[in-house]
């Protein structure tokens, strides 16, 4: 009963799970960042997109 009641309080290891915790909470809300990112440039990509063809033709229409 004594080694059980040792292990119940024994808090080694429990900075370990604690960091392990945060770094897994960093990396999500890293990931949802990026993805919501993602969306942003690809718009910023085909609006620029589109402006250069606008000005190629308007220039080789000239």
């Known amino acids: 009963m004594t080694y059980l009641r040792n292990f119940w309080t024994d808090e080694q290891g429990q900075d370990l799970i604690e960091y392990s915790l945060l770094m897994a909470f960093v990396a999500l809300a890293s990931a949802a960042l990026f993805l919501g990112a993602g969306k ?7 609006t620029t997109n589109s402006q250069l063809v606008a000005a190629n033709s308007q220039a080789s229409g000239s």
């Open 40 to 46: 942003s440039i690809s718009g910023i990509w085909s």
